[in-house]
């Protein structure tokens, strides 16, 4: 039985958790004596137009890319079967779990001044003095966007182009239609509300990206998250920081507004997959040969700066033509890194691992308890409203939760309210899916046999969701590793994780130690990743993967 009252309290209390602290940066921004005419000022001013420049245009360029990048490679994986196909859309789509201080450290090791590509540059070409220079600054952010978006853009595409049934060019090559002319007329139309709707995607994350542009880009290079930042953390400037964070959520209004609108596209054109044909080497030896040297360069972006980071904290020095060694390893337990980070290696992992799993248990159960209520229902503006915190900024959330109560609750407490927010709207996606899917059938008719709410529960309901459970908890864990900036916001500098000392280890250049500390949260990174997959391979029956 149902209870009244539940499904409404519930999704009250959530909607005041997660908004609550945004309506006070905006209160903040915009209801203080001068409010509007230092708005109008400062929108007339030089440094907004430089950083709004700024910030959209790494985004532009950031989402432009790592879509024209992946097109061909989503036509060969929506196109064909091939050996390992599965393998690979797995193996592709790990940087996007990635937490961003790895992929900014897995760029610096492979493409910094020192790093592996520049002494190979330096190797095939003596004495021309080729390097790759422009790692800290728009290159480098757009390049480390890139890596970080592009496969789950290929995959996003790639699944969607198997929707497209192949008879549609069977049939214009029987018209008579040349490929390029099928391609404009027919296929393009079909997957240009999927384009639209992963570019805007890409998008948005770009234009919040904190992480990349924080350590890349340094003070020279601002996004408005990053200036946000800055005059929080370090300007004590915090009317400004309000008012900063308040134009970043009109901006976002209208980013989410057109994603809103590519969503619906994507719904109205979505289709069945359909059976595909393999790819043949011997009767397509060039199309095969392109596909392959297309994989052999996309899997050499993705996995060679991801190898280096191992293979560097391994030898001495962190220097690539340094002696093997394990003596980087044995400097995390060492003062040098205390100093730096702040804390013993231990603490480190221990905080780490106890505010993630708090909060992937807790988004979990708060998702699940959600959907479990509003099981029997449709999707709706409730359902909208608590999606939306995917596109408030991580930043202002956490900014709004100090002012918001303080001091006055620890630390910790401020960092796993401020992941929740973070995590809900996968989680809740996630398990309102998977609620829905299997109906009330089996509920019925348990309970016509005389089982009780907890029996229910335990003997049916749980073991049906047990999977898309874990899956969810996963996703939680694998959002709170990544983190950075509210860590950064409200730890108050006495909560340090892995992201932080990582951070801390990069700007103290104990490059030897961040490599080693690196590798270890790669390795935790790739097992979440893998408990995700396996999970998602065995949700088959009720997710159509």
Known sequence: MRRPGWGHLLPACLLVLFYLPVLVVLGQAFLRPNAWS?????????????????????AFWSAFFSVALALPGAY????????????????????????????????????????????????????RKLAFSGLYGFKGIVLTHVFYNFAFCLRTLGERWERISPQLEEASAVLGASPLRTWRGGVLPLLAPTIGDVGVLVFLYSFLSFTVVLVLGGYLYQTFEVLIYIEYNTKLNFARASMLAGIQMALLAVV????????????????????????????????????????????????????????????????????????NYRLLWGDSFRFAVGSDLLTVIGTTLGLSITVGVATAILAYLLARGRRQLPWGKLDLWLQLPMGVSFLTFAFGLIRLVGRSLHPALLIIWAQVFLAFPLVYTLLRTARREWGEELLAAAQTLGASGRELFWTVEFPLMRKALGSAIAYGIALSLGDLSA?????????????????????????????????LFIILAVLLFLIVERRLKHEAGFFTN
């Open 487 to 519: 860590v950064l916001v409200l730890g108050q500098g006495k909560v340090i994780t892995l992201s932080v000392a990582v951070y801390r280890l990069i700007g103290h250049y104990h490059f030897p130690q961040a490599v080693a500390l690196g590798t």
């Open 76 to 127: 060969f994986f929506g196109r064909y079967e091939f050996p390992g196909k599965r393998l690979l859309r797995s193996v592709m789509v790990l940087p996007f779990m990635l937490p961003g201080i790895l992929v900014v450290l897995s760029m610096v090791v492979f493409y910094g001044q020192n790093g592996v590509f520049n002494q190979w540059l330096a190797t095939l070409f003596p004495g």
């Open 256 to 327: 989410l507004s057109i994603k809103r609108w590519t969503q619906r596209l994507v719904q109205q054109h979505s289709g069945e997959a359909a059976p595909l044909p393999p790819l043949h080497p011997k009767r397509q030896p060039v199309r095969t040969g392109v596909f392959l040297v297309y994989l052999g360069g996309s899997l050499l972006f993705f996995l060679l700066p991801l190898v280096f980071v191992l293979i560097r904290s391994l030898k001495q020095r962190g220097l690539l033509d340094g002696s093997w060694t394990f003596d």
């Open 38 to 58: 230092e708005l109008v000022s400062f929108l007339d001013s030089q440094p907004f137009r430089r950083i709004l420049a700024f910030s959209t245009t790494q």
